[in-house]
């Protein structure tokens, strides 16, 4: 936990003295275990992520929440695990104990009874240092295509739409329907963010910006295999955000979309061991569930694959947004304000969407929106490469919200 020196609302300023009851927060929202398609225990996951200075972490294994019976027998475990040397069940009782794990033969194989949420909870949670958030990756699909978004701060289950007669915008449309009933009927404060819309080419910016009830989405995924960069002929994740946030700015009339770091960590031992490669930074009262997806409704977040920053202030009056990069010895930052102009091409993404005003060297920087800018958010990219990359040469960077798009 970081205290915040200043941090302004995108959609909603506070009053000076509130500043003072928030704190940074590091989380990440998007992570996979045995109860679904990951390869380790979910205790051992949230110990590595409590143990490299992380707040919160989700786990948001497919169309399950960890709770009730889920049984898995050694054998595919073992399988799961593509490593030689320790395996995952002396991993964990390393950790935990002897005692640990509770070992059972179902049907003739011997297996482990995985941990649920609500038991790593009473082992590993602290109040106010580290949080377990409920979460689930509702996987959807529209004509086989997937249609992944993760709902945090569930208490059951919603129901996966799997439709191959649909397209993947109308089953986007259904889930985001769906999950916001469901919050409506609980009166528990949940959000959704689309997951990796370039997985099998599923979703376009298009796509993105036509879904109204859609205003979260992961700007950056750890998982190489998401096509994070794009191809000569699909603009990349950074893209399809600018796209997305234009059209829905200038032409539908609907607030951006807000951008999430995250993992989508599956493996733990092995190849592609990916914990750690993309988190959010969140601006809220209180280390819990409801605070959080508070604050992030409220825009209170940035995401970062590991710039770090100390400041975040937009002056809504000048149109000013300056930011105050957490120094780090030896690295040098470069930040680039990015928008769209009002007189955008509407018919060419490559034309003047997602514009370059200005690049500054430095800790802190600067930028006050043009006249004639639909909006303007930040990226930070620092002369440090990633330390576990998801793509070829991928240094660390940070996304700020868009601002400035408020009429």
Same mark, same amino acid.
């Not at 539908?252 to 807000?258: E, I, Q, R, T, V």
């Given at each position: 936990m970081?205290?915040?020196p200043?941090f302004?609302?995108?959609?909603?300023? /506070?009053?000076a003295?509130d500043?003072?009851?928030?704190a940074? %927060?590091?989380?990440? $929202?998007?992570?996979?275990s045995l109860?679904?398609d990951?390869?380790d %225990?979910?205790?051992m996951?949230f110990?590595?992520?409590r143990e490299?200075?992380? #707040?919160?972490?989700?786990?948001s294994?497919?169309?399950?929440?960890?709770?009730?019976?889920k049984?898995?027998?050694l054998?595919?475990?073992?399988?799961r695990?593509?490593?030689?040397?320790?395996t995952?069940?002396m991993?964990?009782? *390393?950790?935990f104990?002897?005692d640990?794990l509770?070992?059972?033969?179902?049907?003739?194989k011997?297996?482990?009874v995985l941990? $649920? !949420?609500?038991?790593?909870?009473?082992? /590993? @949670?602290?109040p106010?240092?580290?949080?377990?958030?409920r979460?689930?990756?509702?996987s959807?699909?529209?004509?086989?295509k997937?249609?992944?978004?993760?709902?945090?701060?569930?208490d059951?289950v919603?129901?996966?739409?799997n439709d191959? $007669?649909?397209t993947? +915008?109308?089953?986007l449309? +259904?889930?985001?329907?769906?999950i916001?009933?469901?919050?409506?009927?609980?009166?528990r404060?949940i959000l959704?963010? !689309?997951?990796?819309?370039?997985?099998?080419?599923? !979703?376009?910016a298009e796509?993105?910006?036509?879904?109204a009830?859609g205003t979260y989405?992961?700007?950056y995924?750890?998982?190489?295999?998401?096509?994070?960069?794009?191809d000569?002929?699909?603009?990349?994740d950074?893209?399809?955000w600018?796209? *997305?946030?234009?059209?829905?700015?200038?032409e539908?009339?609907?607030?951006?979309?807000?951008g999430f770091?995250?993992?989508?960590?599956?493996?733990?031992?092995?190849e #592609?061991?990916?914990p750690?490669r993309?988190?959010v930074m969140?601006?809220?009262?209180?280390?819990?569930?409801?605070? /959080?997806?508070e604050?992030m409704?409220?825009?209170?977040?940035?995401?970062?694959?590991?710039?770090? !920053?100390?400041?975040?202030? %937009?002056?809504?009056?000048k149109g000013?947004l300056?930011?105050?990069?957490t120094?780090?010895e030896g690295?040098?930052?470069?930040?680039?304000?990015?928008?769209t102009r009002?007189?955008?091409?509407?018919?060419?993404? @490559?034309?003047?969407i997602g514009?370059?005003f200005?690049?500054?060297?430095?800790?802190? *920087?600067g %930028?006050?929106?043009?006249?004639?800018?639909?909006?303007? +958010?930040?990226?930070?990219?620092?002369s440090r490469?990633h330390p576990?990359?998801?793509?070829?040469?991928?240094?660390?960077?940070?996304?700020?919200?868009?601002v400035?798009?408020e009429?």
């Open positions: 970081k205290l915040i200043l302004l609302l995108i959609t909603l300023p /506070l009053a003295q500043y003072d009851t928030r940074w %927060f590091k989380g990440n $929202t998007h992570t996979h109860w679904s990951g390869n %225990f979910p205790e996951i110990s590595w992520y490299h200075g992380y #707040d919160f972490v989700a786990m294994d497919h169309n399950v929440l960890q709770q009730g019976d049984w898995m027998d054998e595919s475990i073992r399988k695990q593509k490593a030689v040397g320790r995952a069940v991993k964990a009782e *390393a950790r104990g002897k640990w509770r070992h059972e033969t179902r049907e003739g011997e297996g482990i941990k $649920t !949420l609500d038991e790593c909870r009473a082992a /590993l @949670e602290k106010g240092e580290f949080y377990l958030l979460a689930e990756e509702m959807n699909s529209g004509q086989k997937p249609v992944h978004i993760n709902v945090l701060n569930l059951t919603i129901d996966a739409i191959d $007669t649909a993947p +915008r109308e089953v449309r +259904r889930s985001m329907q769906a916001r009933a469901h919050g409506e009927k609980t009166g404060p959704a963010h !689309l997951n990796h819309p370039n997985f099998q080419w599923a !979703l376009t796509d993105l910006a036509d879904v009830e989405f992961e700007v995924n750890g998982h190489p295999g998401i096509n994070h960069l794009g000569e002929t699909r603009p990349g950074e893209k399809i600018d796209i *997305a946030n234009t059209i829905r700015l200038a539908l009339d609907l607030p951006p979309l807000l770091a995250t993992d989508d960590s599956h493996t733990y031992h092995g #592609d061991v990916s750690g993309g988190w969140v601006g809220a009262k209180e280390l819990n569930g409801d605070s /959080l997806i604050a409704h409220a825009g209170r977040f940035y995401a970062s694959s590991g710039v770090v !920053l100390d400041e975040i202030r %937009f002056d809504k009056d000013t300056f930011l105050k990069i120094p780090v690295v040098e930052f470069t930040t680039a304000f990015i928008g009002k007189s955008y091409d509407a018919a060419a993404a @490559e034309t003047g514009e370059v200005a690049t500054v060297e430095g800790n802190s *920087a %930028f006050t929106i043009p006249d004639d800018a639909i909006y303007l +958010r930040a990226t930070i990219t620092s490469k576990n990359p998801s793509f070829p040469d991928q240094m660390e960077q940070a996304w700020v919200q868009p400035g798009w009429k």
